[in-house]
């Protein structure tokens, strides 16, 4: 079965400043996608970026970008440039191809913005 | 594109009484939804698929005579709570896939908090 560990509960960043949310997974697929989706406070689930398992090179996405590394079955965030409006909850997901687009979340990351 | 609306926000019941919530795909045709149940400061724990004109698919542990799901058509899913306890109150969030290809992501409502008194 596929797991997804986010290793840190709570991250602190000032306001302009870069911050890595860590995302470590497990599984024996060789074919599977990786998502991040922020979570604000009033619930809504906003996708942010996507990394397929054969994709070479790093998903970027605006101020988003994945940091891929297949060999050590990591997919960490990079937020550049942080604003106040990125404080929230953030999960990293996996989905195997052929398990009918289930998502598997992580126990996600909340991230604080200081101004 | 891609909006999922999830209907009501929130819902306080009583013990003993059934809720229904709502999921809608409002510009596309999603022949699967999920439902996903959260705790708070906790993770998305996937509870079942719902499959347009078929029975949905429950998660192992989830009881589908407790929560009943309904997928009559390509746009709607429903999610019925019955004879709710307040062990059953919690955050409910429903998702959609929009059919344009594996590497889509799930595009999910708002959510739904309901609580049992």
Request: avoid cysteine; glycine fraction near 0%; hydrophobic fraction near 15%.
């Given at each position: 079965a596929q797991k997804i560990t986010q290793t840190q509960p709570g991250m602190f960043v000032q306001e302009k400043e870069a911050v890595t949310l860590d995302c470590t997974y497990d599984t024996s697929d060789q074919s599977y996608g990786l998502f991040w989706y922020k979570q604000p406070s009033s619930g809504e689930m906003i996708f942010l970026i996507y990394q397929g398992s054969y994709d070479e090179q790093n998903a970027t996405e605006g101020r988003y970008s994945l940091n891929f590394q297949k060999a050590r079955k990591s997919a960490n965030l990079v937020i550049s440039a942080s604003q106040l409006g990125d404080s929230a909850m953030y999960f990293c997901a996996m989905r195997l191809r052929g398990s009918n687009y289930k998502l598997t979340f992580g126990k996600g990351t909340l991230l604080t913005v200081n101004p | 594109g891609a909006v999922v609306s999830q209907h009501p926000s929130w819902v306080i019941c009583k013990s003993g009484t059934s809720v229904k919530i709502e999921c809608r795909s409002l510009d596309f045709q999603a022949t699967t939804m999920f439902w996903y149940r959260q705790f708070p400061k906790q993770s998305l724990m996937l509870m079942a698929t719902s499959n347009e004109g078929s029975k949905a698919t429950y998660e192992q542990g989830v009881e589908k005579d407790k929560f009943l799901i309904n997928h009559a058509s390509l746009t709607l899913s429903t999610l019925t709570v019955t004879?709710?306890?307040?062990?059953?109150s919690s955050f409910y969030i429903c998702s959609a896939k929009v059919p344009t290809g594996d590497t889509s992501p799930l595009h999910f409502g708002n959510g739904t908090r309901l609580t049992v008194t």
């Open positions: - | 004879s709710a306890h307040p062990e059953d």
